[in-house]
């Protein structure tokens, strides 16, 4: 099992700034990828962006060159630095990594923080 612990999240106005964080522990064996996702009440959860392990960056058209994806190996932490915030950013976001084990892809999640941007 992966346990993911998620911080970062909070209240901030528009055009401002709020950095994610996300540590993973337990079996962090063979983690092929770590990312976010975002959902909002009623809608279903949207990616936003994502890091493999030898660095490759994906992110979702909303939050290009907006948002950056990093990622700590040495500690297991991913980071999502998010910049020039709209309140359409408003939702609850979730970090996810993905683990590969017998050729077999697993999905996990962590348990969300509130990202509101309001004036």
């Known amino acids: 099992q992966v346990q993911l612990v998620e911080s970062g999240g909070g209240l901030v106005q528009p055009g401002g700034s709020l950095r994610l964080s996300c540590a993973a522990s337990?079996?962090?064996?063979?983690?092929?990828?770590m990312g976010w996702y975002r959902q909002t009440p009623g809608k279903q959860r949207e990616f936003v962006a994502r890091?493999?392990?030898?660095?490759?960056?994906m992110y979702a058209d909303s939050v290009k060159g907006r948002f950056t994806i990093s990622r700590d190996n040495a500690n297991n932490t991913v980071y999502l630095q998010m910049n020039s915030l709209k309140p359409e950013d408003t939702a609850v976001y979730y970090c996810?990594?993905?683990?590969?084990?017998?050729?077999?892809?697993?999905?996990?999640w962590g348990q969300g923080t509130q990202v509101t941007v309001s004036s």
């Open positions: 337990g079996s962090i064996s063979s983690i092929y990828a």
């Open positions: 996810n990594v993905m683990r590969l084990r017998a050729a077999v892809m697993y999905d996990y």
């Open positions: 890091i493999t392990s030898g660095g490759s960056t």
